[in-house]
């Protein structure tokens, strides 16, 4: 299955739209999982852990997605994420 993200969310930053998209492989309900980081880390170390582990999350752990049955994150989300990430300072 592939993550369907409507043409109209392309480039809006924080609209995703994922629910009941056109297509056979697509899934008629789906949701995120959020997680919400300080954006300022105050201990450098686990700072730099957490943007590691999170880096990973939203770019190579993708690859993971489909063998616990799930879909990767559309590309438009990966890289708001992406954005999101730089901003946390450790």
Same mark, same amino acid.
């Given at each position: 299955?592939?993550?369907?993200?409507?043409?109209?969310?392309? !480039?809006?930053?924080?609209?995703?739209?994922?629910?009941?998209?056109? !297509?056979?492989?697509?899934?008629?309900?789906?949701?995120?999982?959020?997680?919400?980081?300080?954006?300022?880390?105050?201990?450098?170390?686990?700072?730099?852990?957490?943007?590691?582990?999170?880096?990973?999350?939203?770019?190579? !752990?993708?690859?993971?997605?489909?063998?616990?049955?799930?879909?990767?994150?559309?590309?438009?989300?990966?890289?708001?994420?992406?954005?999101?990430?730089?901003?946390?300072?450790?």
């Amino acid at each position: 299955h592939q993550s369907r993200c409507s043409p109209k969310a392309q !480039g809006q930053s924080g609209r995703f739209p994922i629910v009941d998209q056109p !297509g056979n492989d697509s899934y008629p309900v789906c949701g995120y999982s959020w997680a919400m980081l300080w954006q300022m880390q105050s201990d450098h170390q686990k700072g730099a852990q957490l943007v590691d582990l999170f880096r990973w999350v939203v770019t190579s !752990g993708q690859q993971l997605a489909s063998t616990v049955h799930y879909v990767s994150l559309p590309s438009v989300v990966q890289a708001e994420a992406e954005r999101q990430i730089s901003t946390i300072r450790h």
